[in-house]
C-alpha cells in the first residue's frame, strides 16, 4: 500500500469495546488522539508488512484513562503482534514521516471507524503561515 515511492499507507480502523461509552467531550478527544497522536505512536512498532492495525479503545483500569489495545495485521488479515497503548504513551511523540495532512478519516462501517494514515519517506515540513 504506497503511493509516491517510499511513501506508506496504513489503514487504522477502531472502536469502542463493548459496553464502554464515552461522552462528547470524550469522542472529540477521541478524534484528536486518533488524528494527530496514535499515528505518531505506532509508526515506531510497525514492520515492514504490517498493512493495517484494529484498535479496541476500553477503559484503563490502573490510570482511568483510555487504553488503546492494537493489533498489527498483515494485508492478508494474518496478525503480527499486539500491543496496548495507555492514553499519556500517546500524547507528545514526534514522529517527522507522518503526514497528517494527507491523512484521514474514511467513514463508519460495520461499527468501526476507518482512517487512512499516510507517511512520507521524506521528513514532513509542516508551513506556519501568517494569521
Known sequence: MSGEAGDRHLIVRSRLAEGYQLTELGQKQLQHVFTVWFPRTVFYDL???TARVDVVVRHGRTSGKNVYATTFLRADGAVLKTLDYD???LSGRVCEHYDQMRSGYCGKKD???YRMVRYSAAPV???SRPR
Do not use: P, Q
Request: aromatic share 8%; proline share 0%.
Open 47 to 49: 514492520t515492514a508488512d
Open 87 to 89: 492514553e499519556d504513551r
Open 111 to 113: 461499527g468501526y471507524d
Open 125 to 127: 515540513t509542516v508551513i
